[in-house]
């Protein structure tokens, strides 16, 4: 049986081959060039299918800048080729890893402020509350108020105003301030201040304010058994005076005279020379009449003009003596 069979085939003549042409649409498995486009799960022809795929494709092409736009929706259009950056919108509650706010890595843990850190306001219903504040090194405060009163700036940049808590003529209430003064030694000129200006008060190198007219340059002075216009203090700088205070006087010649004081400049202060007291009549040991020894002291000093010298002027050529006291002050 088997041979048989296949001596048949081998008998069987074989047709050349010839090329077949299928007419459009004749096919139903291709389909024909004028089918419509389906899309998704739809019988369709190749052809249908083809002509969905064509113009998705042809959708899809940017012919500009040869490449495929996609579009996700909505989500603004992104480009495949270089950086893709994508705008979400984060489900509630959603955990998110901030690094950088407005360009600026935040600051984490402790440490001292800086432009990471970000401006918190602190807000309750209920009871005020404290906020503890530990100041980080060495920080400037500016202190606009203390005690709800305006603060007043002292004389030096820094320094407070500082008055008392009771106003004049009122009872003592508070403990009271240390007051001190400037040291003077005997025989120093303080420097004179600018008129006007408030100074400190002028005690001695023991702390005993001085309370006596004038200043803490004070002087004495005499001459002896002289006869003619005798210079008894020396002038003083410009702009300072020679005050006195007292005077002692005496004659000693056995004839009367009088005495007076006087100033002026040059040797025994002839360029100048001024009154400055009446004359004293100055009698003898044997007259009655008039003392031959006088003191006074002036509770208005006598005032000279500056920078002039004090001198003893006699009325004639007789010995005589004197003594001054006063101080030297602007």
């Given at each position: 049986?088997?041979?048989?069979?296949?001596?048949?085939?081998?008998?069987?003549?074989?047709?050349?081959?010839?090329?077949?042409?299928?007419?459009?649409?004749?096919?139903?498995?291709?389909?024909?060039?004028?089918?419509?486009?389906?899309?998704?799960?739809?019988?369709?022809?190749?052809?249908?299918?083809?002509?969905?795929?064509?113009k998705?494709?042809?959708?899809?092409?940017?012919?500009?800048?040869?490449?495929?736009?996609?579009?996700?929706?909505?989500?603004?259009?992104?480009?495949?080729?270089?950086?893709?950056?994508?705008?979400?919108?984060?489900?509630?509650?959603?955990?998110?890893?901030?690094?950088?706010?407005?360009?600026?890595?935040?600051?984490?843990?402790?440490?001292?402020?800086?432009?990471g850190?970000?401006?918190?306001?602190?807000?309750?219903?209920?009871?005020?509350?404290?906020?503890?504040?530990?100041?980080?090194?060495t920080?400037?405060?500016?202190?606009?108020?203390?005690?709800?009163?305006?603060?007043?700036?002292?004389?030096?940049?820094?320094?407070?105003?500082v008055?008392?808590?009771?106003?004049?003529?009122?009872?003592?209430?508070?403990?009271?301030?240390?007051?001190?003064?400037?040291?003077?030694?005997?025989?120093?000129?303080?420097?004179?201040?600018?008129?006007?200006?408030?100074?400190?008060?002028?005690?001695?190198?023991?702390?005993?304010?001085?309370?006596?007219?004038?200043?803490?340059?004070?002087?004495?002075?005499?001459v002896?058994?002289?006869?003619?216009?005798?210079?008894?203090?020396?002038?003083?700088a410009?702009?300072?005076?020679?005050?006195?205070?007292?005077?002692?006087?005496?004659?000693?010649?056995?004839?009367?005279?009088?005495?007076?004081?006087?100033?002026?400049?040059?040797?025994?202060?002839?360029?100048?020379?001024?009154?400055?007291?009446?004359?004293?009549?100055?009698?003898?040991?044997?007259?009655?009449?008039?003392?031959?020894?006088?003191?006074?002291?002036?509770?208005?000093?006598?005032?000279?003009?500056?920078?002039?010298?004090?001198?003893?002027?006699?009325?004639?050529?007789?010995?005589f003596?004197a003594?001054?006291?006063?101080?030297?002050?602007?």
């Amino acid at each position: 049986m088997k041979l048989f069979i296949v001596l048949i085939l081998c008998c069987i003549p074989v047709a050349a081959q010839t090329q077949v042409s299928v007419s459009d649409g004749r096919d139903t498995n291709a389909g024909a060039t004028t089918d419509a486009a389906v899309s998704g799960d739809t019988n369709g022809t190749l052809a249908a299918k083809l002509r969905q795929l064509n113009k998705i494709i042809t959708l899809s092409w940017d012919n500009v800048n040869n490449r495929i736009n996609v579009n996700i929706q909505n989500i603004p259009a992104v480009s495949q080729s270089g950086t893709w950056t994508v705008t979400t919108t984060p489900p509630s509650n959603a955990s998110t890893n901030v690094s950088q706010i407005n360009a600026v890595t935040p600051l984490m843990g402790n440490g001292v402020t800086g432009t990471g850190s970000q401006r918190v306001t602190i807000a309750s219903d209920n009871t005020a509350f404290a906020v503890n504040n530990t100041q980080q090194g060495t920080a400037s405060q500016n202190v606009a108020q203390i005690g709800g009163t305006t603060v007043v700036n002292g004389g030096l940049a820094g320094s407070l105003a500082v008055g008392g808590t009771a106003a004049n003529n009122a009872a003592i209430n508070q403990n009271p301030l240390l007051m001190a003064g400037e040291a003077i030694a005997q025989g120093s000129q303080p420097v004179a201040a600018t008129a006007g200006n408030q100074r400190r008060i002028l005690t001695t190198l023991e702390g005993s304010q001085f309370v006596q007219e004038g200043s803490s340059n004070r002087f004495s002075c005499f001459v002896q058994a002289v006869t003619v216009t005798t210079q008894c203090q020396v002038a003083p700088a410009a702009g300072l005076r020679a005050y006195v205070t007292s005077v002692s006087l005496s004659n000693q010649a056995a004839t009367v005279q009088t005495l007076d004081l006087v100033f002026g400049t040059g040797a025994n202060c002839v360029t100048g020379i001024t009154a400055l007291t009446h004359k004293w009549q100055m009698g003898t040991n044997a007259t009655t009449t008039s003392p031959f020894e006088l003191t006074h002291s002036f509770i208005t000093p006598l005032v000279p003009t500056a920078a002039t010298a004090i001198c003893v002027r006699p009325s004639a050529a007789s010995a005589f003596g004197a003594t001054l006291t006063g101080y030297v002050a602007p």
